[in-house]
């Protein structure tokens, strides 16, 4: 048997699922082909995309980024790539992308099985029921949903999904990648740490001011330092606030790292601070839990309601309430060592459910499912739709 993982890019967190993954096909005697839309750019484009498996790897336009690419440009080449591999079975990335637009249209045409990944809910976005009925027509193609955790069912069931074909696993991290023991640091002394792209959607504004309150409540001499690593159109305006409130001696940027540097930073923080106004998951918080760090998350990233245990190995709060959270900033410090030692201890655990294996098992039942199930009937308007809707990249 043979599965196809297609993708706009496979940057950063995927080498190690998709490498995992082809070990675990290999052992069931099945085999994994990936393709790469675009060699360059997406949110990703800092890191570094060695591929160190054995995986055949195609990138479609190993020179162009997602957004120089329509629906139309990619359909001839990627069509006649998965010609040339016959895949049983397509996992796909959201039907709004290209991706997972063309893979439906494709499979469709030739009895392919298609599972789609995606980590949105059906409520993060508002759309009208027009936009809906044409998402439906597309989904009808689709044999499974690999979703983040149980709490996305009704995202499922919304697109008509029954539960036998809704399975879970897409956003994990290699546990053990982040969880190797680095050296200890006090460079910057005891400190928050705040990982990402500085852009309004991330809100590390908030944090910035947040944590400016949380120093004028507990004191230069006790508070603890703030790191914050990562580049973008706010960082100007980071920047200003750290000058005006006097931080300059307790806040440090940093620019955006290689995973095996930021190991080091997640292990030596106190916690991490993540307020994103709207995040489908935030796979920064699985990385700092394998990592063994409390973390202090926004209400509005999925993985805060799935992950995050308040006054267990954290705190929640809305990204709006920069009080709320300065105020956890404040608790947390407060807490003896051997406190917030049982936080980063309890972050480790509940993370270890989140490995490697959870995708590979996830994915390896959405492909029995899509193997086994009668496909569904589909109407003219359904295959009106799939045959001319192409997907679009649109970048945040």
């Not at 949903?145 to 897409?170: C, H, K, M, Y």
């Not at 023991?181 to 590390?204: H, L």
Request: aromatic share 12%; proline share 4%; glycine share 8%.
């Amino acid at each position: 048997m043979k599965i196809v993982a297609l993708h706009t890019d496979f940057r950063i967190y995927w080498p190690a699922r998709l490498k995992a993954l082809s070990e675990a096909l290999n052992k069931k005697g099945a085999s994994l082909e990936v393709i790469e839309i675009a060699g360059k750019g997406s949110h990703y484009a800092f890191a570094d995309n060695t591929n160190d498996s054995n995986i055949n790897w195609h990138i479609l336009f190993p020179d162009a980024a997602p957004e120089e690419l329509s629906g139309k440009i990619i359909e001839k080449p990627l069509f006649s790539l998965l010609e040339k591999l016959q895949p049983d079975v397509i996992l796909a990335g959201s039907i709004a992308f290209p991706s997972g637009a063309l893979a439906v249209n494709w499979g469709r045409k030739h009895g392919t099985g298609i599972i789609v990944f995606d980590d949105s809910k059906i409520d993060a976005v508002k759309r009208n029921p027009i936009v809906n009925r044409i998402k439906q027509a597309v989904y009808n193609g689709v044999d499974a949903l690999l979703l983040p955790a149980e709490q996305w069912i009704p995202t499922g069931r919304f697109w008509n999904f029954p539960d036998t074909r809704i399975f879970f696993g897409v956003d994990v991290v290699d546990n053990d990648f982040w969880g190797k023991k680095t050296r200890s640091s006090n460079e910057f002394g005891d400190y928050f740490v705040a990982v990402g792209r500085q852009i309004p959607a991330k809100n590390f504004y908030g944090v910035i001011k947040a944590y400016a309150k949380y120093v004028r409540f507990c004191g230069i001499e006790n508070s603890y330092n703030l790191v914050m690593i990562g580049e973008g159109q706010e960082h100007s305006l980071i920047e200003n606030c750290i000058t005006e409130n006097g931080l300059e001696n307790k806040v440090h940027l940093l620019p955006f790292m290689q995973q095996n540097e930021l190991v080091s930073f997640y292990q030596n923080a106190k916690a991490i601070c993540i307020a994103s106004k709207s995040e489908t998951w935030g796979l920064v918080i699985n990385e700092a839990m394998a990592a063994g760090c409390p973390v202090f998350s926004s209400n509005q990233c999925g993985a805060t309601g799935v992950l995050v245990k308040d006054g267990v190995n954290g705190y929640s709060f809305d990204y709006e309430d920069t009080d709320a959270l300065s105020k956890k900033m404040a608790a947390f410090t407060k807490l003896s060592y051997e406190q917030q030692l049982a936080m980063r201890k309890a972050s480790k655990e509940i993370i270890s459910q989140w490995g490697l294996s959870r995708f590979c098992d996830g994915v390896i039942a959405a492909i029995n499912s899509s193997i086994d199930h009668k496909r569904r009937s589909l109407s003219l308007f359904d295959k009106l739709i799939i045959s001319n809707w192409k997907g679009q990249y649109r970048p945040v």
